[in-house]
């Protein structure tokens, strides 16, 4: 289905505050200007604007969108890094400060990532109030037509059991992506501390 052009002003806001998270500490938890607070709001706008997404473009669309985003700012950074690396406050160049930068941003979608899976069950709690108001209905104003009645109840419950097993892939596919991102981090994690271990190393040789 085409959406409208302004749709698309979420998706651009999106990028623009994953590509933001660049220029966060590594220490979140440190309180001065670019610490805590910075992270704060940064994570925080990310899950509300993958919330409004995911409402907006649906599961499936919502989550090609944050995996194109989280790949195109990576290598957007990545080539800054290259060319200009001071931009990010980086002395020189090196494999270790371009994993850390896919690692903050990598943070950041992982929040994106949560605001379409907390849409997603608001979404799936809504469709099944509505199924059982649609239950309740039937079975208060279809009295005299039991027949009738017994057959809604029966599509209504098919229809609720079709939503909750949706509901219930959609939650495991989620719960797979969410893994496999940990999975990435705990790399992304390892592999610059070897990298960081192997420049301390000839740092002092």
Same mark, same amino acid.
């Given at each position: 289905?085409?959406r409208?052009?302004?749709?698309?002003f @979420? #998706?651009?806001?999106?990028?623009?505050?994953?590509? =933001?998270? /660049?220029?966060g500490? %590594?220490?979140i *938890?440190? &309180?001065?200007p670019?610490?805590?607070?910075?992270?704060? *709001?940064?994570?925080t &706008?990310?899950? !509300?604007?993958g919330?409004?997404?995911?409402y907006t473009?649906?599961?499936?669309?919502s989550l090609w969108?944050?995996?194109? %985003?989280?790949l195109i *700012?990576?290598?957007?950074?990545?080539? +800054?890094?290259l060319?200009?690396p001071?931009?990010?406050?980086?002395? @020189?160049?090196s494999?270790?400060n @371009?994993l850390?930068?896919? !690692?903050?941003?990598? +943070?950041?979608s992982?929040?994106g990532?949560?605001?379409? !899976?907390i849409?997603q069950?608001?979404?799936?709690?809504?469709e +099944? #109030?509505r199924?059982?108001?649609?239950?309740k209905?039937y079975?208060? /104003? *279809?009295?005299d037509?039991?027949?009738?009645?017994e057959?809604?109840?029966?599509e209504?419950e098919?229809?609720?059991?079709?939503?909750?097993?949706?509901a %219930?892939k959609k @939650?495991?596919?989620?719960?797979?992506l969410? =893994?496999?991102l940990?999975?990435?981090?705990?790399?992304?994690?390892? %592999?610059?501390?070897? #990298? +960081?271990?192997?420049?301390?190393?000839?740092l002092?040789?």
């Amino acid at each position: 289905m085409k959406r409208p052009f302004y749709y698309w002003f @979420v #998706v651009f806001f999106y990028i623009a505050i994953i590509f =933001l998270s /660049n220029f966060g500490e %590594t220490q979140i *938890v440190a &309180f001065y200007p670019y610490g805590f607070s910075f992270w704060f *709001v940064m994570l925080t &706008f990310a899950a !509300l604007l993958g919330f409004i997404i995911s409402y907006t473009f649906g599961l499936k669309q919502s989550l090609w969108i944050i995996l194109i %985003t989280f790949l195109i *700012v990576s290598i957007i950074s990545s080539l +800054l890094i290259l060319i200009k690396p001071d931009l990010f406050k980086i002395e @020189v160049f090196s494999i270790a400060n @371009v994993l850390l930068q896919v !690692l903050k941003i990598g +943070l950041s979608s992982i929040f994106g990532l949560l605001g379409i !899976l907390i849409w997603q069950n608001i979404h799936l709690s809504k469709e +099944l #109030v509505r199924a059982d108001e649609k239950i309740k209905f039937y079975e208060m /104003n *279809v009295l005299d037509a039991k027949r009738e009645a017994e057959i809604l109840k029966k599509e209504a419950e098919v229809k609720a059991s079709e939503i909750i097993f949706d509901a %219930t892939k959609k @939650v495991q596919e989620l719960e797979k992506l969410k =893994l496999e991102l940990e999975v990435k981090i705990r790399e992304f994690l390892q %592999t610059e501390l070897s #990298v +960081l271990d192997k420049h301390e190393e000839s740092l002092r040789d």
